[in-house]
């Protein structure tokens, strides 16, 4: 089992461009997330997903879209890049409210 | 390099010790709380939860207390060791309007004193 997935680990974009981070886990969880870090700050939830074809916001999505066709990948899309989203992102995986999760190891962004 | 919790409080144990890390939080409707830990250059690892319906949950080596009252959570590690050197991060979590909310706290650095 290798958990939580996440592609790539670093990237630098330029402004305006837009990329797409990719999140896969095979623990079979129902429940997804996106977090962002930024230096010195906790986490901040961008999107979470309670199971294929269900997504919802969380506290800072502007900017970010997500899908959900399978159980297994939870996208996480950036339009238009722009310094505010240079950060560290996490996705994470768990069977729901009251279980846990499990964090991928990140992908640090950077935005030029 | 590692830029997680740079300027965050510190609180500093000696290894076989008892740690206790505090958390404030803001909301008193919130359903569930959240302990994880972040070594340096590692992504956060979940610790423990607790639902708002409990004062206290067990786990190994931790346990974390809910004070509802005075909206405090706290995390106890027992007998700390080396490998608990890391930033604690405490997180609420609020149902509204069938929309989970997440708020995450700023973080305290553990060290851990051979």
């Known amino acids: 089992n290798a958990g939580v997935t996440q592609t790539p680990k670093f990237r630098i974009l330029k402004i305006g461009q837009s990329m797409t981070l990719q999140c896969t886990q095979d623990?079979?969880?129902?429940?997804m997330y996106w977090y962002r870090q930024d230096p010195g700050m906790g986490l901040k939830l961008i999107y979470y997903?309670?199971?294929?074809?269900?997504?919802d916001k969380g506290e800072v999505p502007n900017g970010y879209n997500v899908s959900r066709s399978t159980t297994e990948d939870f996208p996480l899309r950036l339009e238009l890049a722009a310094p505010s989203q240079t950060s560290v992102y996490f996705c994470a995986g768990g069977k729901g409210v009251g279980h846990g999760y499990t964090f991928g190891s990140g992908t640090r962004l950077t935005v030029v | 390099g590692e830029s997680v919790g740079l300027h965050l409080p510190t609180l500093s144990v000696q290894e076989g010790d008892n740690s206790i890390i505090n958390c404030a939080y803001s909301?008193?409707?919130?359903?569930?709380f959240i302990w994880y830990k972040q070594e340096s250059g590692k992504g956060p690892q979940f610790i423990i939860d607790i639902r708002s319906n409990m004062d206290k949950r067990q786990g190994q080596r931790v346990t974390v207390l809910l004070n509802k009252t005075v909206k405090h959570l706290s995390l106890q590690i027992a007998a700390t060791q080396p490998g608990d050197s890391a930033v604690y991060f405490c997180a609420e979590i609020t149902k509204t309007s069938g929309t989970y909310k997440y708020i995450f706290g700023t973080g305290t650095r553990l060290k851990v004193l051979a």
């Open positions: 909301n008193s409707a919130s359903d569930y």
């Open positions: 997903s309670v199971g294929a074809g269900i997504t």
């Open positions: 623990m079979n969880h129902n429940y």
